[in-house]
Nanobody
């Protein structure tokens, strides 16, 4: 019933930009935190960025100054703007909506590949 669908992934070049979107369908209740995670082959899943419904954000040190997170609460859509891409940004990116400790929803993941 509830789905998070990512789009905007694909191939990019080093120094370029991509924007990921995550659109929620169905009835998602009591959500107050949204996030992007990523996982590269053979590595642990990494928290990239978070944003609250109120607009407070956190950004991982590895992407600080290059990525930004935003949301549209009315559309139930989450965005990740990725600038100054590096090959190390290559990973599967997952969106995540949650009320921490109560419920959570995950997207299916979208591949981002950055070539040098």
């Amino acid at each position: 019933q509830v789905q998070l669908v990512e789009s905007g992934g694909g191939s990019g070049q080093a120094g370029g930009s991509l924007r990921l979107s995550c659109a929620a369908s169905g009835r998602i209740l009591s959500i107050n935190t949204m996030a992007w995670y990523r996982q590269a082959p053979g590595k642990q899943r990494e928290l990239v960025a978070t944003i609250t419904v109120g607009g407070s954000t956190t950004i991982a040190d590895s992407v600080k100054g290059r990525f930004s997170i935003s949301r549209d609460n009315i559309k139930n859509t989450l965005y990740l703007q990725m600038d100054s891409l590096k090959p190390d940004d290559t990973a599967v990116y997952y969106c995540h909506f949650a009320r921490v400790g109560v419920r959570e929803y995950w997207g299916q993941g979208t591949q981002v590949t950055v070539s040098s």
